[in-house]
């Protein structure tokens, strides 16, 4: 699936690529409108239904990303209450594995995310994979997120790359829309982000289940 001799760059997402996006669609969906409902003194389907879609209207925006924007939105400490789940923060069948043998080869391997630093914070400290990297890139700190063009720009502008010879590994479609706007040439997402969901059948892009579909060293001796 992937020639890894033309790759001189790797672009990893981490929430539902790297990570199980199971803590945050429990997050999100479940332990946050519960809260929300016990504070307010309101039906929690009540209000899983208003947070629902209040959060949708701002899916793809940095604001939908920042857990200091949803904090003061919703009158919780967002970030203390993402510390007391950070338990089940998990790491993806296979990664280390991937992980370590990118690391070892000629690539540069890059985590891209749009989680707020913040939240990548509570997370390393659970799982951290940061050693990894040559680079974290964090979109609140190039003021877009990965969805919108300003960030592909301004990532090329601080950290210089080739499109044409740059993997980006994401689950999220409008993301890598937005990266083959751009010009990045390999592109590649996950079926099964959420390992509590059901399979992805209709990705418009390429797609693995676990990464020792795609091991660097086998595709090389292969």
């Given at each position: 699936?992937?020639?890894?001799d033309?790759?001189?760059?790797?672009?990893?997402?981490?929430?539902?690529?790297?990570?199980?996006l199971h803590?945050?669609?429990f997050?999100?969906?479940?332990?946050?409108p519960?809260?929300y409902?016990?504070?307010?003194?309101?039906?929690e389907?009540?209000?899983?239904?208003?947070?629902?879609?209040?959060?949708?209207?701002?899916?793809?925006?940095?604001?939908?990303?920042?857990?200091?924007?949803?904090?003061?939105?919703l009158?919780?400490?967002?970030?203390?209450l993402k510390?007391?789940?950070?338990?089940?923060?998990?790491?993806?069948?296979?990664?280390?594995?991937f992980?370590?043998?990118?690391?070892?080869?000629?690539?540069?391997?890059?985590l891209?995310?749009?989680?707020?630093?913040k939240?990548?914070?509570?997370?390393?400290?659970q799982?951290?994979?940061?050693?990894?990297?040559?680079r974290?890139?964090?979109?609140h700190?190039?003021?877009?997120?990965?969805?919108?063009?300003?960030?592909?720009?301004a990532?090329?502008?601080?950290?210089?790359?080739?499109?044409?010879?740059?993997?980006?590994?994401?689950?999220?479609?409008?993301?890598?829309?937005a990266?083959?706007?751009?010009?990045?040439?390999?592109?590649?997402?996950?079926l099964?982000?959420?390992?509590?969901?059901?399979?992805?059948?209709?990705?418009?892009?390429?797609?693995i289940?676990?990464?020792?579909?795609?091991m660097?060293?086998?595709?090389?001796?292969?």
């Open positions: 699936m992937i020639d890894w033309s790759i001189d760059t790797v672009l990893l997402d981490m929430d539902g690529t790297l990570l199980d803590f945050d669609n997050f999100w969906t479940e332990h946050i519960r809260e409902a016990r504070r307010n003194n309101l039906p389907q009540e209000a899983s239904d208003a947070l629902l879609a209040r959060i949708s209207q701002n899916r793809g925006t940095l604001e939908w990303y920042c857990v200091d924007y949803w904090s003061e939105q009158d919780l400490d967002i970030p203390a510390r007391e789940l950070k338990h089940m923060v998990k790491l993806r069948p296979h990664v280390p594995e992980l370590d043998t990118l690391r070892a080869g000629a690539q540069e391997v890059v891209v995310t749009n989680a707020h630093r939240t990548l914070d509570i997370k390393m400290e799982v951290d994979i940061t050693p990894w990297f040559h974290i890139v964090v979109s700190e190039l003021a877009a997120a990965k969805e919108d063009q300003a960030f592909w720009h990532l090329q502008d601080h950290h210089p790359f080739d499109p044409a010879r740059t993997l980006l590994i994401d689950d999220t479609e409008t993301v890598l829309d990266a083959q706007t751009y010009g990045i040439a390999h592109l590649l997402t996950l099964q982000p959420d390992s509590q969901r059901q399979k992805r059948i209709d990705t418009r892009f390429p797609g289940h676990h990464f020792d579909e795609i660097p060293g086998a595709a090389r001796t292969s």
